[in-house]
């Protein structure tokens, strides 16, 4: 079992942790419906872990135990993205950066954070506690920004979804390298 399937594996046991994760990064593993099948251009898998309120579902690419499993969220708009080079870097991240699918609005990494903790001021408690009985260490936001933009950029072409029952039309880019 590789990091990402030992983690998802824990998630799955601990609702506590599940439901940390939940809110406030709106990553919950009892919504793991997408909206539609997608599929790869590389024809590799993709695993349905989480949802979000909103309709969008995360994924974990390829088969379990392989050595590389990149996370992908698509929403429900026919967007997608890579958020993480594996599952521990995307709860990291996620953990972090709740409010992560905001950051392609304009909006900046100091204004979100400063909005979740006026309206969730025990953020920072709740984040270290999950963060540290899972493990996993805490990166400064700007940080964990920088990481998700980087893996995005990796999205296309590989890790762009497509919908079977629509003559293979691939999603958009959430985060495009060159915005129109």
């Known amino acids: 079992m590789n990091a990402s399937d030992t983690l998802l594996h824990r998630l799955e046991q601990d609702p506590s942790l599940a439901d940390a994760l939940a809110w406030p990064g709106d990553f919950d593993i009892d919504r793991r419906d997408p909206v539609e099948e997608l599929v790869l251009p590389s024809g590799r898998p993709l695993r349905p872990i989480a949802g979000c309120g909103a309709g969008g579902t ?26 993480g080079a594996d599952l521990v870097e995307a709860v990291t991240l996620i953990a972090v950066l709740p409010f ?75 985060f495009p390298s060159d915005p129109a």
């Open 58 to 83: 995360y994924f974990l690419c390829g088969e379990a135990g392989d050595e590389e499993r990149p996370v992908l969220y698509a929403d429900s708009e026919g967007r997608a993205t890579l958020i």
């Open 100 to 174: 992560w699918r905001d950051l392609e609005k304009s909006f900046t990494v100091a204004e979100l954070a400063s909005d979740l903790r006026t309206e969730h001021p025990d953020f920072d408690t709740e984040r270290d506690r999950l963060l540290h009985t899972l493990g996993l260490a805490l990166i400064p936001e700007q940080e964990a920004a920088t990481r998700l933009l980087t893996v995005a950029a990796r999205t296309a072409p590989d890790y762009v979804p497509c919908v079977p029952d629509d003559e293979y039309l691939p999603y958009e880019l959430m």
